[in-house]
C-alpha cells in the first residue's frame, strides 16, 4: 500500500510488540539506518514498519537523536495539521477544565497528551509553548493556530531553551509567536497563594505546576510554624505554607530574580511581614543555618534535577543524600522535611534510600508520612516511566 509519507523499519530483533502496546519511542539502535533514512532531515514524518514490513504507527524521525523516531498516530495516514492538533488539544483541555476552577495548569504533558516532546503551560490568556522536539518545531505555525483555536488565549510565547532541545539539535529561542507580549510577571493564583510567573524570562515555562498537590500537602503541616524552603524558586512551598497559616517563612535561592518575585508574591497575598529570602548556594545555606543553631518546624527542599540522566545517577543520588543529611538537623523535634527529586535517572526507591540515609547521618530517625508525585495535569504514560519524574517525600523527625 502506497502512504503518503517516506518509510522507516524496525530492524529485526527490534521490539515491535512493545509499539503496538502504546510504547511511545524508537531508539537508534532499534530502527535501520540506511543511507534513505540517515537523508531524512529532522522532524521528518514517517511510516514506521515493522521487519515483515507491517505499518505500525506514524512516526516523527530525528537521526541525530537517541530517540530516533517517536509516535504521532497509530493511524498512518493521519495529517498533521491545525485540525489534528486541534483534536488532541481539545482531549487534553477537557481534562485539565474538568480538574480546575481556572485556567492556570499545564495543558500538555508530552507524550502523556499524545504530543511528543511538546510541553503547553497556561496562565490564564497566555500560554507558553515549549517545542523539545524538532517535529514540533517543524508544525509550530498550525500548533499555535490549533491552540489559540481551542483555548481562546491570546498570548502564546515558544521558551525554546533547554537539555530537551539541545539534544534534538535545536536551538536555543524565546520569542512570542502570537499576540502581545504580557506586560509583566502574571499573577497565578494556587493553593490560596499567588505566584508571580515571569513568561518571558523565568525558568522553563515561567512557574513550576507539577508541585500543586505537594505545596497543598506541607502547607497542612506548616501551620502556626517557621518554614524552611530550600530551593524556593518564585516561592513554591513557602508562599503555600503562608496561605495556611505558616508563623514565619524563610525562601532561599541562588537566583535574585526568582525571589524578587517570591517577595513580590507576598505582598500580592499581604503577608511580607512574615516572608524573608536569602540568597546563595543551597549547600552553603544548609551549612551557615545549620552552625548558626537555626531550627524550623517545617524543612522543605526542592532542587533541580541532580540526575537528570543515567550518567549522573550516582553524582546525583549523592547530593540528594547531602541535602538530605544538612537538612534533618534544621528540623525541630517533633518537625516536618520534605525532600524533593524530579531526576527521570532516580527512581522512587533509589531516592528514598538516599534521603533515608542522609537524614541517618544528620543524626535523626524519620517516618514517612506521604509519598507525593506531580499533579493530575501531569498524566503519567504508563508504558513511559519516564513521563513520572517527580516524587515528594514528608518526613516526620523525632528528637
Not at 166 to 188: Q, R, W
Not at 306 to 330: D, H, I, M, N, Q
Request: with cysteine.
Amino acid at each position: 500500500m502506497e502512504h503518503a509519507y517516506p518509510i522507516v523499519r524496525l530492524r529485526p530483533k527490534a521490539e515491535a510488540r512493545a509499539i503496538r502496546h502504546g510504547f511511545p519511542w524508537v531508539y537508534s539502535d532499534e530502527l535501520v539506518t540506511d543511507r534513505r533514512t540517515q537523508s531524512l532531515p529532522p522532524g521528518t514524518l514517517a511510516v514506521l514498519e515493522d521487519a515483515d514490513r507491517r505499518p505500525l504507527a506514524l512516526v516523527t524521525v530525528n537521526t541525530a537523536s537517541r530517540i530516533m523516531a517517536r509516535v504521532l498516530d497509530r493511524d498512518v495516514d493521519a495529517v498533521i495539521g491545525v485540525d489534528w492538533f486541534a483534536a488532541r488539544l481539545s482531549r487534553a483541555l477537557a481534562l485539565r477544565a474538568r480538574l480546575y476552577d481556572a485556567p492556570f495548569y499545564r495543558l500538555v504533558h508530552a507524550e502523556s497528551d499524545g504530543l511528543p516532546g511538546v510541553v503547553i503551560d497556561r496562565f490564564g490568556d497566555a500560554a507558553v509553548i515549549q517545542p523539545n522536539a524538532a517535529w514540533a518545531e517543524a508544525h509550530l505555525d498550525a500548533l499555535v493556530a490549533a491552540l489559540v483555536q481551542v483555548t481562546g488565549v491570546t498570548s502564546v510565547i515558544k521558551n525554546g531553551s533547554g537539555r530537551a532541545r539541545g539534544l534534538e539539535g535545536l536551538p536555543e529561542d524565546l520569542t512570542v509567536v502570537h499576540g502581545p507580549a504580557p506586560a509583566g510577571p502574571v499573577a497565578v493564583p494556587m493553593n490560596g497563594a499567588i505566584y508571580m510567573a515571569d513568561l518571558m524570562g523565568g525558568q522553563k515555562t515561567g512557574l513550576f505546576y507539577d508541585q500543586r498537590p505537594n505545596h497543598a500537602f506541607a502547607a497542612r503541616l506548616a501551620h502556626g510554624s517557621a518554614v524552611l524552603d530550600m530551593f524556593s524558586h518564585v516561592g513554591g512551598f513557602g508562599l503555600a505554607a503562608l496561605a495556611a497559616g505558616a508563623a514565619r517563612v524563610l525562601a532561599v535561592d541562588g537566583s535574585a530574580a526568582a525571589l524578587d518575585l517570591a517577595r513580590r508574591g507576598a505582598e500580592a497575598m499581604g503577608v511580607s511581614d512574615r516572608f524573608a529570602t536569602r540568597q546563595g548556594d543551597a549547600f552553603d545555606v544548609l551549612e551557615d543555618l545549620g552552625t548558626e543553631g537555626a531550627r524550623f518546624g517545617l524543612v522543605v527542599c526542592d532542587p533541580p534535577a541532580f540526575a537528570p540522566a543515567k550518567p549522573a545517577l550516582e553524582a546525583g543520588l549523592r547530593a540528594y543524600e547531602r541535602v538530605a543529611r544538612l537538612a534533618a538537623p534544621l528540623v525541630e523535634p517533633g518537625g516536618y522535611l520534605v525532600l524533593c527529586s524530579c531526576s527521570h535517572a532516580a527512581d522512587l526507591s533509589a531516592f528514598r534510600n538516599a534521603s533515608a540515609r542522609g537524614i541517618g547521618r544528620g543524626g535523626r530517625r524519620a517516618q514517612i508520612l506521604h509519598t507525593g508525585f506531580a499533579g493530575p495535569d501531569h498524566p503519567v504514560l504508563p508504558q513511559l516511566a519516564e513521563s513520572g519524574y517527580l516524587k515528594a517525600l514528608t518526613f516526620r523527625l523525632d528528637g
